[in-house]
């Protein structure tokens, strides 16, 4: 059991490390950390607290923000839907829910970014404009998430097909 738990731990932790790098805007494993964990970590409490310390950790690593708040509930969230696709592992439902969670980060970190910033007028069409002005970000969110979401479920799962340790539950 220890060896599972240290592995989806270290597994997730150096895939956040892909946020230190430089790599195009917004294209980083945020979602695929929390969808990762969510579906196999066994202890919920475990499930958000490895992702979220190494969310944390890259954060302090690239500095704090103002719409934190928002993308740790929408981690969060995301973290959930991990849940969902725990007990049917399939391609079809982690691609689902890849897509599901980048749409809904995508959702929730542009309300905040409107929310907390001065760019926009706090008015129905100032939201309109932060998320419009989005738009060209969530090419890289998805393909990030739907990148990062395959090295993770993938290596893993390549991982448990040599490593007998690694299938039982944490």
Do not use: C
């Not at 790098?21 to 990762?36: C, D, R």
């Not at 919920?44 to 954060?59: E, H, I, M, T």
């Not at 706090?122 to 990148?147: C, E, H, K, R, W």
């Amino acid at each position: 059991m220890k060896t599972r738990l240290l592995t989806l731990s270290l597994m997730i932790f150096a895939i956040a490390m892909f946020r230190i790098l430089p790599h195009p805007p917004n294209l980083s494993p945020v979602a695929a950390m929390a969808l990762f964990g969510g579906a196999y970590f066994a202890d919920k409490r475990v499930a958000f607290l490895v992702p979220f310390l190494a969310l944390l950790f890259s954060d302090l690593l690239l500095g704090l923000h103002d719409t934190m708040l928002y993308v740790y509930g929408g981690f969060a969230l995301t973290v959930g839907i991990g849940f969902w696709v725990r007990n049917r592992l399939s391609a079809g439902r982690i691609a689902i829910a890849a897509v599901a969670s980048s749409v809904l980060f995508f959702i929730i970190t542009n309300f905040g970014v409107w929310l907390t910033s001065a760019l926009y007028p706090m008015t129905f069409d100032g939201l309109v404009q932060a998320y419009v002005a989005a738009i060209p970000f969530f090419q890289n969110s998805l393909l990030g998430n739907l990148v990062f979401t395959t090295v993770l479920f993938g290596g893993f799962a390549l991982l448990q097909r040599n490593v007998a340790t690694l299938s039982e539950n944490v």
